[in-house]
């Protein structure tokens, strides 16, 4: 696969540990379980890590963000959010880790160390307030659909991907894995 300069993070932000707050992790997971990317695309599970997150923002161009957010929107309503609508979208006090995520990238540009492109695919929780591993059916069903988006601004940001086969399987391993039993 080509080498671009861009660097490319792709950070997924959530608590795996309350339904629909994990969806963001969920697809992170996803994508490094499904596909490989090309040296300059990082996928990270940013989970609730706020500041810490801070090093992998400020070393990359181009930072696509994926989480839940409320946005006055129907549950599974996938957004792409910039600029002010990423703020207003981010900024509630409902999460483990949203704020943390305004305060991070707040930091980041104190210290004169933005990506240039900050876009956060968003989606409209159904449920983020049970204890539980699993995504809600709603969101679940969801996962295809943002995944897609996610790498198609992977590819308008000059990354590359291929599917994982048998000959470059994934080497990450999902700690907490999705109980699906209770979608069916």
């Given at each position: ?40 695309v ?30 006055d ?7 792409r ?6 703020n ?31 876009i ?63 979608n069916?």
């Amino acid at each position: 696969m080509p080498k671009n300069d861009k660097q490319i993070l792709i950070l997924g932000v959530g608590n795996v540990l309350y339904t629909d707050e994990g969806f963001g992790v969920r697809i992170a997971e996803e994508l490094e379980q499904k596909y490989e990317f090309s040296p300059n695309v990082t996928v990270m599970d940013g989970g609730t890590l706020g500041l810490r997150l801070m090093g992998p923002i400020m070393d990359s161009d181009y930072l696509i963000i994926v989480d839940i957010v409320l946005n006055d929107g129907k549950p599974g309503e996938v957004f792409r959010l910039l600029g002010e609508n990423l703020n207003k979208a981010c900024a509630f006090k409902n999460s483990m880790h949203q704020t943390d995520l305004l305060d991070t990238l707040a930091n980041c540009s104190i210290m004169g160390e933005t990506p240039d492109d900050v876009i956060l695919y968003g989606i409209e929780p159904f449920n983020f307030k049970d204890m539980s591993a699993a995504l809600s059916p709603e969101l679940e069903t969801k996962l295809p659909e943002v995944i897609d988006a996610v790498l198609q601004e992977v590819k308008k940001a000059g990354g590359t991907y291929t599917s994982r086969s048998m000959t470059n399987p994934a080497t990450e391993k999902i700690y907490v894995p999705r109980d699906t039993s209770r979608n069916s």
